[in-house]
Every structure is written in structure tokens, then in C-alpha cells.
């Protein structure tokens, strides 16, 4: 996680940088910095909480240098204060590194430099850096072909993963380095910049993507690029129409509203684009026939994606599928082989346990099938094929739209691989569009009385039957997300075998309810949470008699599609709750948008 920004051009770097990391927040928002040069100095400003915290503090004291490096933080080493917010700097303090990544080692190293008699400040795994490449530079001369040699000497030290943007007292130009962390190179008219991501870049800069295991240097009017062997290295320019950066609210009280009121229209431009592009029928018809098992790996909501395609797979098309949580699937036995059919979903395309399981895949010669939201991630350049959705920007990190869009691949792929595997199925991608109109409709107000319900609880469930339950632990990790209220999901069949016992007439239990024939076994489910004093809040597509403490009744078209009405719902109460909260809905706390470290 964590997003990095460097500039070096001729114009003043700060608001450059400043409006770089703002883009790059969803990275992480724990603390910020920068560090620049200035009359032969070093110099740098950090401070907690986000970028617009760092813009007041930079305000006060605006820089003209022309050289400056940024960072925007989530923490994984060390809490979060000034002391720990990068950049991270060398002893001597000529030295200061941001860094996106995690540096497994760091321990090691760390009383490796504690040996050396280098004293370390703060509890980061990123500080070992800057003071590794002093040591390096021990007795020599702080000029770019030293420094780009200590730095090489440096990057194999390092275990794990890194972007590393590194500015060095005196020298006027960048040190970049990469290791299965992003980082894109933008030229402009005035300078040139890094960024963990080509939304920080500006629309009209030319982007270059560095592969991994490259290191760098950038200067005002352009870069040069090498491997680990210090050989030089070409990058390839990419063919970015549009950073795809979509920062109006639009009068929205959240990105995650606007996000969600966005759905629909998600829905259908998937599915256009992936009907209209015949995109299905360019994956190979022989690695469907010939495949023995189908895995599907992905993280959060996109492994809940994941779970409704499995479903579909093994209901409509008989395929034995095993879906996982993809920090998990990693590091177990995992049966892969050429004669595995491999997907893989993600809305950012960069989440780092699912890059972890595709390598494994690609490694075993299975046939890797990407579900991402993003053209130029990781994951939809590293597998065989990619089908793209169309959901645009997710900007909140509640992800509402994008699982949307998920979900209508899901139901596309099933109906495609259904027909290469010749097998019946009882929907077509027609339904799709009514789908879209039900998404249209809103349960605000509905749902406004079960907020002043539920809002002050510490603790909540939300429980239900088959593809009900895949929509249960959707909705209650949304809850969690962004309402901070525990709330657990369970199949309803589970409750009596122990967590009953939890039940009294304190306890809120939202039950879903969409498939007709589960219908009487879910009534008896409720009465048993009832006879126990439990308050029902019921969210069913079916006609039910039965008194419950709230009823909200959605439109799913066919009982198959409950997933997609649903969620909604549960999207929309998360809101309402987090609102009610006074909560910031689009940044919950200890969360980041994009998950690029274990
Ligand atoms: O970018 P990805 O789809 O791979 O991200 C996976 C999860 O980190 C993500 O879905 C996360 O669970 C969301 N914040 C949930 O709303």
C-alpha cells in the first residue's frame, strides 16, 4: 500500500507533488510527507492523518525547489506518527527514501546497522534504506555513479517488495527502484514524474510502467532506466488515453453514494463492452473443455464476486470449482497444474495476495483468466486473458460499483463457458438489462427506520441461505468497513449448531430471503431466532406472512439475480450507518483502496 511521488522539472515541485499524492490518497491515508532540495540542503516536512494535513503544513512555508519527493501512508510498520511518516532518512541525513512495499528483512538488517553503530529512529521497516545506501557510500563521494552503485548493492539486501523513490543531498536527480511494487514514469513539458499509479500522473504526460527488478534515475528531462545488473533497460511508452481519474463528488454526499447510485450504469457498461467486443469468445474453448478443476482466488469483496461465479459454475455448468481467499490459496498444498482453469478477480488489479496465487498459477502452466476493473494493472497484463470490467473509478474504498460490475461478468462467463461446455442454463445476458432497472431503485428511505434501530449496536448478524449467504458476508463486510459496528455473517442452517446460544432479546439479525425454494425453511430459521427474543430485519424478494420487526421487499427480477438487488440494499445501510455515525465514508479507518502488500 502507500503511494509515492516524485518531481524534477523546471517549475516549483510542491503543489505538483501535493496534487499527486492527493490522487494517490486512496493508497492509504495514515500519515503524509515530502522531501526536497533546496540550496544544497535536504529538507523534510511530515505530518499525520492525510494530504490535505500536509498542504496546510507546506502552506505556511511554501518551497520553490524544483526537486521533491512525496509519500502517502498506511501503515504496516510502526503506528502512526511524524516519526514513522516517510520519507525515511539516513543517519547523516543526506540520504531520504519513500518507499511503497514491505521489506521482510528488516529486523535482520536493522541489527545488522545497530552492529555497525547506525542508530535507527523509528519503527518502519523502510528507515534500514536510506542507512544501508550510506553505509554503502561509506568514504566514497555522494555522485550518481556511486550512488546508483551502493543502491545496487543495496536492492538484493532487501527481501520483499518495494517502489523506492530516493533523493540524495547535493545530487539533482531522482533514484527509483521497483521489486513486485507499481511505479509509472510521467514526461510533461516541464519535468518529469514517478507515481505509485498513472492517476497521479497529469492527463497529458507520457507514462512509461517499470517492470520489476529495475532501478533508475530520473532527471528534469527525462530518465534512464537499468536491471539489477546494472544493464541498461528500455521501458515501452504506454498508450494511456485517459488516467481514468474521476474526482467529482457531483453533488453526492460521498464517493461511496455516488459509487453506489453508479451501479446500474456499471452493470450495463459491462456488460456492452463485453458483449460488443465479443470479448468471452477469445478465451480458449480448449482450456475450458480440457480444464479438471476451476480455482478462483481474489481478496474482500472481489473474492465474494468470486463465490457467486463459483456458484453459478457449479450450478449451471457442473463444474467443480474451489474459490478461496487468495492469502490463503497461496500457502497451502494447491493441487495446481496445466489442466487448471485459473481466475482471477480484482477491481484495482494490484492487490498483492492475488498477484501472489496468479504467479503460482503461471507457474504451474494452468490457464489464468483475469477479472479486473483496470487496463494497465499488474494482474490484467500478467494473465493469459483479461476480461475487463466497466464499472470506471471506485474512488471510495468501500467497493460498491466495481463488485457490481463483478458480478455481471460472473453471470456472463457462466453463460458463456455454459454454452462451449454445451449445458442448459435458465437466464441470458437479456435479463442483465432488467436487472440494471431494478438496480435503479432506492431504499433510503426504507431503510432510514432500521438505522435508528441498529445504529448504537456493537454487534450485529446478518444470516442467510445459499447465494443469500455469499450475500450476507458481502453486506457484513461492508458494514464493518464503514460503520465500524461488528457485524457477522452466517448461513442461516448454522445458527443452532452454537451461535444461537449469543441470541436474546437484544440481538438484530438481518435475514435475507430471496430464493423461493428455501422459503419455508428460512420462516422456521426466523421463528427460532424469534422464540429467543431476536429483532428480524427481513430483506426478501418473496411473498412471506410472517411478522417481522422491519420488511424491506426488493425486486430481483429472477430469484438468480438476488446478489446484485441485495448487496444494494446492504450497500445502502452501510452508508446510512456510517453517516448517521458522523463517520468519513469514503476513508474508514486503518483501511487503504488498494491492498499491495500482504
Ligand atoms: O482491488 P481488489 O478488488 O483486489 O481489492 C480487494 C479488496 O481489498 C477489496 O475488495 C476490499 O475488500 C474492499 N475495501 C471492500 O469494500
Known sequence: MCGIAGYIGKKPAQNIVLDCLKKLEYRGYDSAGVGYLLNKGLYTVKVTGGVDNLKQALQKNATPASVMIGHTRWATHGKVCTKNAHPQISENKKIAVVH????????????????????????????????????????????????????????????????????????????????????????????????????????????????????????????????????????????????????????????????????????????????????????????????????????????????????LLQKYCGIFCVVDYASEFRYKNNFLDKHSFCIFISQSGETADTLGCLELAKQSGAFCLGITNVYTSRISNMVDYCLFTSAGTENSVASTKAYIAQLCSAFLLTEWISKVLG????????????????????????????????????????????????????????????????????????????????????????????QKELTQKVISNIIEMQSRGAHIILITSQKVDIVVDFCIYINNKKDVFSPFVATKVLQQLALLLAKQKNLNVDKPRNLAKSVTVE
Open 100 to 311: 511503497n512495499g514491505i521489506i521482510e528483512n528488516f529486523l535482520q538488517l536493522k541489527q545488522t546497522l545497530y552492529l555497525d553503530g547506525i542508530n535507527l529512529v523509528s519503527d518502519t521497516d523502510t528507515e534500514v534504506i536510506p542507512n544501508l545506501i550510506m553505509q554503502k557510500l561509506k568514504g566514497k563521494a555522494y555522485t550518481i555513479k556511486n550512488v546508483l552503485n551502493a543502491l545496487n548493492k543495496v536492492l538484493p539486501m532487501l527481501k520483499g517488495s518495494f517502489a523506492l523513490c530516493i533523493l540524495i543531498d547535493n545530487l539533482n536527480c531522482l533514484f527509483i527502484a521497483t521489486k513486485f511494487s507499481p511505479l509509472v514514469i510521467g514526461k510533461t513539458n516541464t519535468g518529469v514524474m514517478v507515481a505509485s499509479d498513472i492517476v497521479g500522473l497529469p492527463q497529458k504526460a507520457q507514462v512509461y510502467k517499470l517492470k520489476d527488478n529495475t532501478l533508475g534515475l530520473v532527471f528534469k528531462d527525462g530518465f534512464k532506466c537499468y536491471n539489477f545488473n546494472l544493464e541498461p533497460v528500455i521501458l515501452q511508452k504506454l498508450d494511456v488515453k485517459n488516467n481514468g481519474l474521476d474526482t467529482d463528488i457531483n453533488g453526492f454526499s460521498s464517493f461511496m453514494e455516488k459509487e453506489i447510485n453508479q451501479s446500474p450504469s456499471a452493470l450495463l457498461n459491462t456488460a456492452q463492452n463485453i458483449l460488443y467486443n465479443n470479448a468471452l469468445s477469445y478465451i480458449p474453448k480448449n482450456a475450458i473443455e480440457s480444464a479438471k478443476t476451476f480455482f478462483i482466488c481474489a481478496c474482500g469483496t472481489a473474492l465474494h464476486a468470486g463465490r457467486v461465479l463459483g456458484y
Open 423 to 514: 449445458k442448459n442454463i435458465d437466464y441470458s445476458y437479456k435479463d442483465l438489462l432488467d436487472v440494471a432497472l431494478c438496480l435503479k431503485e432506492d431504499y433510503y428511505l426504507k431503510l432510514q427506520p432500521v438505522v435508528n434501530a441498529i445504529k448504537d449496536l456493537q454487534s450485529l448478524y446478518i444470516l442467510g441461505r445459499d447465494i443469500d449467504y455469499i450475500t450476507a458476508q458481502e453486506g457484513a463486510l461492508k458494514i464493518k468497513e464503514v460503520s465500524y459496528i461488528h457485524c457477522e455473517a452466517m448461513p442461516l442452517g448454522e445458527l443452532k449448531h452454537g451461535s444461537l446460544a449469543l441470541f436474546n432479546n437484544t440481538t438484530y439479525a438481518i435475514v435475507l430471503l430471496t
